[in-house]
């Protein structure tokens, strides 16, 4: 039965597991206030909700779920703002800095990253990690909408929204010296 996790909601003492013995596990169910700007262009707006369970493996902490949330950031046609909903898998290792047991300062693996590391107080905080993926996943999103049509390259209407009156030649460039001396000769 997980445990519900309210508070920060992303953030874990973990001091009583990391005493249990390998294979020790605990489940938590997620449901936090949304967590703001991931970056300049990316916004969590909802409830980040979901599972995660927590997986004893030797001195570290496996950390495994899915969780779900909604995005708002700009279209890559039309430039307005849009809701997206994002999922993402969590599979991480956590590694303690203190030993649980004697207290002593503990060396982390020199690949790890400083979001996957348990602090002294043996608080595993997953919000780094779930901010890059998030991140990560928000790339998946791209258009409000499959068939966005932009906005126009010439006056910079919305073209979802209304037609523009420019005119809207669509000339390979490569070819553009062609075109001219073509309407030079259809103007003679």
């Known amino acids: ?12 003492n973990v001091s009583q597991l990391l005493k249990e013995p390998t294979g020790a596990t605990r489940h938590y169910e997620i449901n936090t206030q949304p967590i703001g ?7 969590v707006i909802a409830p980040i909700t979901g599972q995660v369970r927590f ?3 030797g001195s570290d902490i496996l950390v495994q779920g899915v969780l779900r949330t909604t995005i708002e950031k700009s279209c890559g046609r039309c430039l307005e703002p849009f809701a997206a909903p994002v999922t993402v898998e969590l599979e991480e290792q956590f590694f303690p800095t203190i030993d649980i047991v004697t207290g002593v300062g503990v060396e982390s693996p020199e690949d790890a990253d400083e979001a996957n590391r348990i602090d002294a107080q043996h608080t595993l905080d997953l919000t780094e990690v779930v901010r890059q993926d998030l991140l990560l996943e928000s790339e998946s999103s791209r ?8 906005i126009c390259l010439q006056c910079g209407q919305n073209l979802n929204v209304a037609q523009c009156n420019c005119r809207h030649d669509t000339v390979d460039l ?15």
């Open 1 to 12: 039965m997980p445990t519900k996790q309210d508070r920060h909601g992303l953030q874990f």
């Open 55 to 57: 997986l004893r493996t």
């Open 37 to 43: 700007q991931l970056d300049e262009d990316v916004a």
């Open 174 to 188: 490569r070819w553009a010296g062609l075109s001219e001396k073509l309407e030079l000769e259809d103007n003679s």
């Open 143 to 150: 258009y409000c909408q499959p068939d966005c049509k932009g």
